[in-house]
């Protein structure tokens, strides 16, 4: 079956240290997103992908990058800048940017917490 | 104030109750999504509408453009359906980028 696969599903970080969160999907989708989901708030968008190497920021990517090298894949880190990284966060994919008729698929998503 | 509102923040009903999410936006849009997180943080994508109503077994999404107004139903609600609803919309024009409202907790106990 296709879907979104994210890992893994808890992520521990020092302070100071960088973590790289997975997103992996086999739908053939153009699209990739990454979201933030805080307590009390809605999912927030940190960075989204149209497609292979192109990547836009969304409303809150201070301190996160990514990359898009293959379309399958669309691996978030979490820098040291990130002041309050811990969160869920949540990848998400459509067909394709700009598709208003095709619904967002999610992962599962990884929960970070500092120690 | 946020674009999108959702009530009731919570919600506890008993099994077989007829239940109600309400989903008021403020900005014009090309679609609302109706969602559901599991206890285990994933969510499915359970309704993509733009008018009208859909229908998917005991779940019913209805929408007002007009009215900028949107309901989740659930009929004979079951234990399995507590998890949080959360409703999206997505801008009008050529994007698929979603705002998200902040969900609305569901807890049906038998």
């Keep these: 079956d296709g879907g979104i696969t994210q890992s893994p599903k808890y992520l521990f970080r020092k302070e100071g240290q960088n973590v790289t969160l997975s997103c992996e999907q086999n739908l053939n989708h153009d699209a990739m997103y990454w979201y933030r989901q805080d307590p009390g ?12 190497n192109d990547f836009q920021k969304g409303d809150i990517a201070e301190g996160y990058s ?35 008729d095709q619904p967002q698929h999610f992962g599962d998503g990884t929960r970070l917490s500092i120690l | 104030k946020n674009e999108v509102e959702q009530s009731p923040q919570n919600l506890t009903a008993q099994e077989g109750e007829f239940i ?25 994508s359970l309704f993509m509408l733009s008018s009208g109503k859909k229908k998917h077994g005991r779940l019913i999404a209805t929408i007002n453009i007009q009215e900028k107004h949107s309901s989740l139903h659930i009929t004979a609600s079951h ?27 569901l807890a049906v106990q038998p």
Aim: glycine share 10%.
């Design chain 1, 41 to 52: 708030q809605g999912l927030r968008l940190i960075y989204y992908s149209q497609i292979v």
């Design chain 1, 66 to 100: 990514v990359s898009r090298e293959k379309k399958e894949s669309f691996p978030l880190t979490v820098t040291s800048a990130q002041k309050n990284p811990t969160a869920f966060y949540l990848c998400a994919s459509s067909i394709r940017e700009g598709r208003s």
């Design chain 2, 20 to 44: 109600t999410i309400n989903c008021s936006y403020s900005v014009g849009i090309s679609a609302l999504h109706w969602l559901q997180q599991h206890p285990g943080g994933g969510i499915v």
């Design chain 2, 79 to 105: 234990p399995r359906d507590s998890a949080v609803y959360i409703c999206a919309v997505r801008y009008g024009g050529a994007t698929n980028k979603l705002i998200f409202g902040t969900g609305t907790l």
